[in-house]
């Protein structure tokens, strides 16, 4: 499964991160989530993601998240959150995450975004460019 991603970015829990459980807090796995959904865009896109914001290209907002938690991480543990985009639409797609430590799954999850114009107040077109390009690093082999 972790063979079909293309993408992921390390991370090392942090002593903010673990509640009275020691463990990490349930809330921070949607921050590991967007960090790596940062990542990957700076990957796919290149680090201009401000300006495809501020131009009104591309800036996607969060429409849904599912987190299924399997297993606890813990202070100091090196984690690898995997990323990947499985369905693109109009104005929208669909990610998939899967945390994990080493060879352990610990949080699986599924979000869609929605490309977003902050002063219409409403979804925008992806641009197919944009499209292109998440193609071609999703499936090089098609192209």
Not at 36 to 43: D, G, I, K, L, V
Not at 102 to 129: C, F, H, M
């Amino acid at each position: 499964m972790l063979q079909d991603y293309r993408f992921s970015h390390p991370l090392r829990v942090r002593y903010s991160e673990i509640d009275g459980q020691k463990i990490v807090f349930n809330a921070h796995y949607s921050t590991y989530i967007d960090i790596a959904t940062t990542e990957y865009f700076r990957e796919v896109l290149g680090d201009n993601m401000l300006e495809l914001a501020e131009t009104h290209t591309l800036d996607p907002v969060l429409k849904k998240i599912t987190i299924e938690f399997i297993k606890p991480a813990k202070l100091d543990d090196f984690l690898d959150i995997y990323c990947r985009i499985i369905k693109l639409g109009t104005s929208s797609f669909q990610l998939e995450h899967t945390i994990t430590r080493g060879e352990e799954i610990l949080v699986e999850a599924e979000v869609v975004q929605v490309n977003y114009d902050t002063e219409s107040g409403k979804a925008i077109p992806i641009p197919d460019n944009i499209k292109q390009k998440i193609l071609l690093f999703e499936n090089p082999s098609s192209h």
